[in-house]
Every structure is written in C-alpha cells, then in structure tokens.
C-alpha cells in the first residue's frame, strides 16, 4: 500500500475525507482546537519543549498536526529546530494540503511558510522546524526507523475504518522508539488501543475528550531504571 497517493472527497468544500478510509482528516467542529487539545495538551505541550525535542506522528495528512505544533514551538520561544518526523502510507498533494489548511487563518503564517518548500514526501528545514516525512505502511517503516521520540501523536484514521495502525505489534514499535519517559496521546479512547499501549509498556490514561468525544487517551514511557 505504499507510494499511493490519498483520494480525496470534500465535505463542504472545506473538510477532507480519505476515500480509502471513508474517514474524515480532522475533526469537523474544529480541527485546529482539536488538535490543541489532543495533541498538544495531551502530551503535556508546550510545557515539556527543550532543545533538541523530537515529536513522531503516525498518519501527516493535511500536516494540520505539525503546524499547530510548530507555531506552538516559535510561540513558546524556542530558537532551535523542532524535530518532527511522520509516518506516511498515502501522501496528500500539496495542492490538496493548501485547499484543507485554507480552513485554519490561524496557522496561515506557518503553512505558507511549508508549502512553499513542501515537495510532498521527505524532509523539509524550515529554520525552526527539521521535518521528516517517512513514506510507506508504517507498520513497514517504523520497526525499521532508528530514531526515538519525546512525545508521540497516533492519529490514524477511526480504530474501526483503519485498524492496521492501531495493531498491538505498531503501538510496541511505538513505544520502542519512544525516549524513557516519553509519552503518547491519541483522540481515541478504543479498550484494544488502551490494552495495546499497556501491553508495550506505557502507563496510560483515559481523559477528557475534544468536543462530542468524551474521551481519549494518553500515555507515559516509564524513565528507565536508575542503578
Ligand atoms: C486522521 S489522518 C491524519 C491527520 C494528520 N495528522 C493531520 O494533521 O492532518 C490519518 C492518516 O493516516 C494515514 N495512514 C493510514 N494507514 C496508514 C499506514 N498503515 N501507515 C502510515 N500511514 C497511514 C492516512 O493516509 C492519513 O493521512
């Protein structure tokens, strides 16, 4: 399933929808919030930013994610460089990215900033912001990448529509490339992601949801034991 391109629907011309996954790319009360929330708030950001931080995300998309993130990281102050890298199976054209950022005035300063350099797929300086986007299934691609994470967005599509990036076996990837005491947050609160975070061996959490959800998940790599 790699090196396929997303198919895209539109929902009200604004809102993307996967027509592989029958599953819309962000929430459609309001993506940028969501974001803040899941993401951002549930891995305990921006407080936790330092140079050198290094967020890992399955599923770029629109890179609505990633530019929330980064303004974060230049408004919290940081003059270093982020470190972003993202796990990609079907790359989005950057004239659809463009057509779905349009919908965020907020983050327009940062998206016209990206898009101007984005070719689609790789890596991409942007000063502030060193991204990577991986391409291919990333239950392919992560066992093989040789980084680790500080903090980790799983943001697939629904467990129901996408299973295969909710697997017990990509959330012990997950937490193989995550730094002792990292952490994870996702919108879903689905028992087998819950159990499948627990059994790779993050203490995980169940709080408050963005908007209709009532809840979602956060997780925590234990620090590793001092001798
Ligand atoms: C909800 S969207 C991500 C939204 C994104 N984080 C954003 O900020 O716009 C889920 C993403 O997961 C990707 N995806 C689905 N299955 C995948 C797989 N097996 N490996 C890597 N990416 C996958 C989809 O192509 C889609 O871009």
Known sequence: MADQQAQLSWREERIPVSDQFDDPYFSIQDGLAETEHVFLAGNDLPARFAPGFHIAELGFGTGLNMLATWRAWE??????????????????????????????????????????????????????????VVAGDARVSLPDWTGAADAWFLDGFSPAKNPELWQPDLLQAVANHTKPGGSASTYTAAGFVRRGLEAAGFAVKRTSGFGRKRHMTTAVRAEATLK
């Not at 982020?82 to 300063?109: G, N």
């Open 75 to 132: 408004d919290s102050g940081q003059r270093t460089a982020l470190r972003f890298t993202s796990f990609e199976a079907f790359p989005m054209a950057p004239a659809d990215m463009a057509k779905a950022l349009a919908a965020f005035p907020d983050i327009a300063p940062w998206a016209d900033r990206f898009l101007a350099q984005w070719q689609g797929i790789g890596t991409c300086d942007l000063g502030t912001l060193k991204l990577q």
